[in-house]
């Protein structure tokens, strides 16, 4: 089993910054690709970036050039850093891995951005 679990979500002006932390821990070996998903009111939960155990990276076309997406080994620990929010990156984020067949999901940390 893997646990994630997400802190860093809050409320910010337009034009401003956040940035999202999750913790693994447990079986955390093996794991393969971690990634930031989102999911905003009414709306289904869409990828915003996944990087893999050797660092590539990719994003979604609407946050590229904006939110860097970055994993500390060390400390078990994936980071989204996300500037010049816009009041559409309004959602709930969720911190997903995947290790082997299985997928995990951290329960979900709330960014505001206000107009």
């Known amino acids: 089993q893997v646990q994630l679990v997400e802190s860093g979500g809050g409320l910010v002006q337009a034009g401003g910054s956040l940035r999202l932390s999750c913790a693994a821990s447990?079986?955390?070996?093996?794991?393969?690709?971690m990634a930031w998903y989102r999911q905003a009111p009414g709306k289904q939960r869409e990828l915003v970036a996944r990087i893999t155990s050797g660092g590539t990276t990719n994003y979604a076309e609407s946050v590229k050039g904006r939110f860097t997406i970055s994993r500390e080994n060390v400390k078990n620990t994936m980071y989204l850093q996300m500037n010049s929010l816009k009041p559409e990156d309004t959602a709930v984020y969720y911190c997903n891995a995947v290790r082997a067949l299985s997928v995990y999901w951290g329960q979900g940390t709330q960014v505001t951005v206000s107009s």
């Open positions: 447990g079986s955390i070996f093996s794991i393969t690709v």
